[in-house]
């Protein structure tokens, strides 16, 4: 695991060094794993997307693109049982800090 943490963190420096990427609200401290592109990092970044839209909607037959927002009414949540999914696995994680009067960690655990 070092080894991959090893080699992200020289892509991150060189794309830094480079101005693809620059770390978001540098100049106030900054935010972890949160960045904003320069000039070639937003090119970069439409150029892959672009190449993976093709691929995976243009040249498909069987596929329909779709750009939607990420904020959905209610409704369209609780009929997709995304509602039933989120309450079960927060709620599981709420019994159980009330009962061990500990927090989870990242992956849900105790």
Request: hydrophobic fraction near 40%; charge should be positive; charged fraction near 25%.
């Amino acid at each position: 695991m070092s080894e991959k943490n090893d080699v992200f963190e020289k892509i991150v420096s060189l794309a830094k060094r480079r101005g693809f990427v620059f770390p978001s609200s540098e100049i106030y401290g900054g935010f972890g794993a949160i960045y904003d592109y320069g000039h070639y990092g937003t090119l970069l970044k439409n150029n892959i997307r672009d190449l993976w839209w093709k691929a995976m909607v243009q040249l498909r037959d069987d596929v329909v693109g779709l750009d939607s927002a990420i904020f959905m009414h209610p409704m369209v949540i609780r009929l997709t049982s995304h509602l039933r999914f989120l309450y079960s696995v927060h709620g599981a994680i709420a019994v159980g800090v009330r009962k061990r009067k500990k927090r989870p960690s990242v992956e849900g655990r105790f």
